[in-house]
């Protein structure tokens, strides 16, 4: 079984402050890990992902974020905010192919409302 | 190129009624993915088609909901009998599960239908 927990379900920075969006998961075995951001009223967009390469993975829009297995996390970072950069964003996991880990969908963590303050 | 689309984007229906979604994925992808997302439970994985094989349901949450993929592309997701709870934006994803790509293991999600059930 795996599952992703989002801290924090609104979270404020100023514009051109770091974003830090934090992500921890929980898989039996390493998973894939993704980032997703979705813009009001439009579908979801995938920011990233993780996928047991480099452990630092870079996006788009600026975005990155860092898989730390000794602390299963997966913490989503942009060194300076954006205006545009409010919205809401998921992370989620699942499984890697052919390692028995059930359905292939994504879990989804409950999200996290990013507010860009002028 | 065009993305994954669905239809309608909005749908109001009264209780008991039985409703029809409809997702086109990106041309080629051949695993395709419903999910909702509700005020209350977040996105949940409901179900997931992989080319000629056996759809995985397990996120199905009950039998009035169900779903079907014709010749490995357009996907209906149909839900009878609706009821209030039904009421969410359900989304359609699809992912290109052949040779490596950008898009390999990441989903790309349409815009979403709108459910509202009265």
């Known amino acids: 079984a795996q599952s992703v927990t989002q801290l924090g379900s609104h979270v404020s920075v100023s514009e051109g402050a770091l974003v830090l969006l934090r992500c921890n998961y929980s898989?039996?075995?390493?998973?894939?890990l993704f980032w997703y951001v979705q813009y009001p009223n439009q579908g979801l967009q995938l920011l990233l992902k993780y996928t047991s390469a480099a452990t630092l993975v870079k996006g788009i829009n600026g975005f990155e974020a860092e898989f730390k297995k000794s602390e299963t996390s997966f913490h989503l970072t942009k060194p300076s905010a954006h205006m545009s950069d409010a919205a809401e964003y998921f992370c989620a996991v699942k499984p890697p192919p052919r390692s028995g880990g059930g359905a292939d969908g994504l879990t989804f963590g409950k999200g996290t409302h990013l507010i860009i303050q002028p | 190129g065009a993305g994954v689309s669905q239809s309608p984007s909005n749908k109001v229906t009264e209780k008991g009624k039985d409703v029809e979604l409809r997702c086109d994925p990106i041309?080629?992808?051949?695993?395709l993915y419903w999910y909702r997302q509700s005020l209350g439970q977040g996105l949940e994985f409901l179900i997931y088609?992989?080319?000629?094989?056996?759809?995985?349901k397990s996120g199905l949450p009950s039998d009035r909901f169900s779903a079907e993929r014709t010749g490995g592309s357009v996907s209906t997701l149909t839900i009878q009998r609706t009821q209030q709870e039904d009421s969410a934006v359900y989304l359609c994803?699809?992912?290109?599960?052949?040779?490596?790509?950008?898009?390999?293991?990441?989903?790309?999600f349409g815009p979403g239908t709108r459910l509202t059930v009265l």
């Open positions: 994803a699809s992912r290109d599960s052949g040779t490596p790509s950008v898009g390999r293991f990441g989903q790309f």
């Open positions: 088609f992989q080319g000629n094989s056996a759809p995985d």
């Open positions: 041309s080629g992808h051949t695993a």
């Open positions: 898989s039996s075995v390493p998973p894939y």
